[in-house]
Structure formats: C-alpha cells, structure tokens
C-alpha cells in the first residue's frame, strides 16, 4: 500500500566528501533500501558525500536517480555523472520548488548549513500549508539531537506551537525510514500551492 502510494522520495544530504563512514554507511544503505523498495530517489544531484552514497546504493541495486541541480553547479563538476535524470534549474530556489513538487516524502539526512536550509525550509512550507507531505529527519547517529532539542526549546519558550512537532518524523536508522514513509497517513495534497 504505502509503496504504491509513495513512490518518489527526495532525500537531502551532505556533499561533504569528508563526512565519516557512520554517515555515508547509512545513506547508502538508505538508497539501497529505496531502490529495493521500488521507489525512485531524487536529489540533489551531488558527486560527493552523503548526497552521492545515497545515489550510489540506489543506482547499484537498481534504482533509478534523478538529480535537480542548479546550472551554476553543473559549470562548477559538481553533479555526479551517473545518474538516471538530470534536471538543470537556472538557481537554488528553482531547485528546492521542483524537488518538493515531485516528492512523495521527504528524508533529511546529516549535513550541513545547505541541508539544515532545506530541512527547516520545507517545515515551514508544511507549516504553512504549502506542501502537506511526509518529512522524515533521519538522526544517524544522533546527529540530529541538537536541533531537535532546539525545537523542543522553541515549543517551551512559546516560539512555536506543540502542534508543529507533529509536522515531522524522525529515524535512528535507514529501515526505520523506509517503516516510517510506509505508516504515515496519506494527506490530500490536491490543495498543495508548492
């Protein structure tokens, strides 16, 4: 049921190339679990990281990867040459709109500034209204806690309504992810503006 129903995930992640094997371990096993699964990845399109082992372990177990990658960072080699699709956006904000516009659910994985971006800026569309999809924060390691308990602040310190919390899940392991996109009610999304 759930695979029939999700069958596009984006997964946002570090480019990183010096994130440490905890970290790309897990993302590749994330794209070998979707592919498995039936179910087509999008990223980022990046070569290096945590964004190309979890290209890698869909790719080298079947899957099919389309990259969204602005034009800038094509000019700049820093797509990964091997994926199914490639979808050139003239900048970042494009970008961003055609992932979330072609995701089922979405997955963060551990990253950076760029990732964190992506991560708080698609809860805030969900928030809003603007995409009412699955969000799934996968907390390899722990990674994770530091913002999570900066939530939990924002609720406590009336920064944020507890309700909000709500708006996503959150993973300690890849399976976990593939359970998590299988068991969260489907939302009507007829009415999504992104």
């Not at 971006?117 to 809003?128: C, G, R, S, V, Y």
């Not at 406590?156 to 068991?183: H, Y």
Request: proline content about 5%; aromatic content about 8%; some cysteine.
């Amino acid at each position: 049921m759930g695979k029939a129903r999700r069958r596009t995930i984006v997964v946002y992640g570090a480019s990183s190339p010096k994130a440490l094997p905890v970290y790309t371990d897990a993302a590749y096993r994330l794209g070998r679990l979707l592919a498995e699964s039936g179910r087509s990845l999008v990223t980022g399109a990046g070569r290096t990281g945590l964004m190309a082992a979890v290209e890698n372990g869909a790719l080298e177990h079947g899957g099919t990867v389309t990259g969204v990658i602005p034009q800038f960072m094509v000019d700049n080699g820093w797509m990964h040459p091997g994926l199914t699709k490639v979808i050139v956006t003239p900048g970042m904000h494009q970008r961003k709109k055609r992932m979330s516009r072609m995701a089922h659910a979405v997955v963060a994985l551990p990253g950076g500034t760029g990732t964190f971006e992506e991560l708080f800026e698609i809860i805030t569309w969900k928030m809003l209204g603007l995409f009412l999809k699955p969000v799934i924060i996968l907390n390899t390691d722990h990674y994770y806690d530091p913002i999570l308990t900066m939530l939990r602040s924002a609720v406590d310190q009336k920064f944020m309504s507890s309700r909000f919390t709500d708006l996503w899940s959150v993973a300690e392991t890849p399976e976990q992810v593939i359970e998590l996109i299988d068991s969260i009610p489907e939302w009507d999304c007829s009415e999504c503006k992104i």
